[in-house]
């Protein structure tokens, strides 16, 4: 399994890091016609991983516990989160 694409539950991405962060959504603006799977909504607060795309070239945003399918799975472009709050599990 690729995690960096992966449609990591929560306790998946605390197992491979035991850092959490909490992010709001603050633009849910023009879905991609072709992202099949859960979508954010603007306002609400998400537990998130922040992981660094090889193809992108920047962190994106995979909001753990959603579902969607390839070329996005649960990656989403850092302008539509802001990271409010960062958690250690220690």
Request: glycine share 6%; hydrophobic share 45%; aromatic share 12%.
């Amino acid at each position: 399994m690729s995690y960096e694409v992966a449609n990591l539950t929560l306790a998946e991405a605390t197992r491979l890091e035991p850092v959490l962060h909490y992010a709001i959504c603050i633009d849910a603006d023009n879905r991609p016609g072709n992202h099949v799977g859960d979508w954010p909504e603007e306002g609400k607060v998400y537990p998130v991983r922040l992981v660094a795309s090889k193809l992108e070239g920047m962190e994106l945003v995979h909001v753990l516990g959603f579902q969607a399918e390839a070329p996005y799975y649960n990656a989403f472009a850092p302008h539509r989160f802001a990271v409010v709050a960062e958690v250690f599990l220690n």
